[in-house]
């Protein structure tokens, strides 16, 4: 029946070394990565891309949403993602992946780029798996909910002070753990599972497999971008400039100090998102990514103000001009790679 080798490549050190990992041990030919364009990565990212699958000898397959042009059009046609909104990642992301595996009709390996020591979420995941799981098992369950819940308690709790926003998060946890502990009190669970595609999903796991591995679920960032350093490849430039991750760029996730590199050294993805705000009618950015008094923007549907992009770089400028952007913040000289990989 045979086996199809696929390797999700972003361009980032992990699925890098994840993908010269697949080529050693299945050999190029037998290899395709697998990229996620949403439109709305840098040219230095397409370049990295380029330059490593050529250099492998890898087949390398581009995927595009059927619904959405991208990331831009996904903005104008529903809304703008937000941290507990993330449908950039659903609708561009899992569901063309999901649409290619089906179309392979073949059985799969899957080998991804992911760390335990990333996130918590990612160190509760297994080196081994499979990529239809939680469509025969549920990922979310008011048990779970509660155990998740309640470890937000205990570190606000543990909380010498806490802000407004903190205490109204703790306020809320605590509501809905009552609210799930009475659910769970007439036996109820409320399972969720993935349900994109499910028939076609499940008459494609009666007849092929689709098993992920993650051969360096237990390694260390240092350890992946060495893999790929000794074996004569480099890594993503944006690396070198301090960036600690690699997507969209930039993403609505971003950190301050992701927003001041771009504010001062592309200034061009300014001028992106201010299209983009423009277009899409909203900002890129959540109420609370910097001070209300800052922020020029206004809901009136909410009745909320909220920052846009010239709001953004305002603060940042300002913040700038007093030396002081976050209090902590070194004065950089040299080597500005959070992985320490100047040399």
Not at 11 to 24: H, N, P, R
Not at 77 to 86: E, L, N, V
Request: charged share 30%; glycine share 6%.
């Amino acid at each position: 029946m045979g086996v199809k080798v696929i390797v999700p490549f972003s361009g980032g050190k992990d699925s890098q070394a994840t993908l010269l990992y697949a080529v050693e041990k299945y050999g190029a030919d037998k290899i395709t990565a697998v990229f996620n364009d949403l439109k709305w990565d840098h040219e230095i990212t397409y370049n990295h891309i380029k330059y490593v699958t050529d250099k492998l000898g890898v087949k390398l397959v581009n995927l595009f949403s059927d619904k959405y042009d991208g990331f831009v059009d996904l903005c104008k046609k529903k809304t703008f993602p937000a941290r507990t909104r993330r449908i950039c990642t659903i609708h561009l992301k899992i569901e063309p992946m999901i649409d290619y595996v089906l179309s392979l009709k073949s059985n799969v390996i899957i080998l991804q780029g992911i760390r335990a020591d990333e996130s918590e979420e990612r160190s509760l995941m297994n080196e081994e798996c499979r990529f239809f799981k939680y469509y025969f098992e549920p990922y979310q369950t008011n048990s779970m909910l509660v155990e998740k819940k309640s470890l937000i308690i205990k570190k606000y709790e543990a909380a010498k002070t806490l802000s407004a926003v903190q205490k109204k998060a703790l306020k809320k946890a605590k509501e809905k753990i009552k609210e799930l502990n009475e659910r769970l009190a007439k036996g109820k669970e409320d399972e969720k599972y993935h349900d994109y595609r499910k028939e076609d999903v499940f008459e494609f796991c009666k007849i092929y497999s689709d098993d992920i591995h993650r051969p360096f679920f237990s390694k260390t960032a240092n350890e992946v971008i060495y893999f790929s350093l000794n074996r004569g490849f480099t890594i993503h430039p944006f690396y070198f400039l301090g960036v600690s991750r690699i997507g969209c760029f930039p993403c609505i996730y971003a950190t301050l100090d992701e927003m001041r590199l771009i504010v001062n050294e592309f200034p061009e993805i300014i001028d992106k998102i201010r299209l983009l705000e423009k277009e899409a009618e909203g900002s890129f950015f959540g109420p609370g990514y910097i001070p209300k008094r800052y922020q020029t923007g206004f809901d009136k549907k909410s009745g909320k103000k909220f920052p846009t992009i010239d709001d953004v770089v305002r603060y940042i400028n300002d913040r700038q001009a007093t030396g002081n952007l976050f209090e902590n913040d070194p004065v950089i000289t040299g080597c500005r790679s959070v992985y320490a990989i100047c040399e």
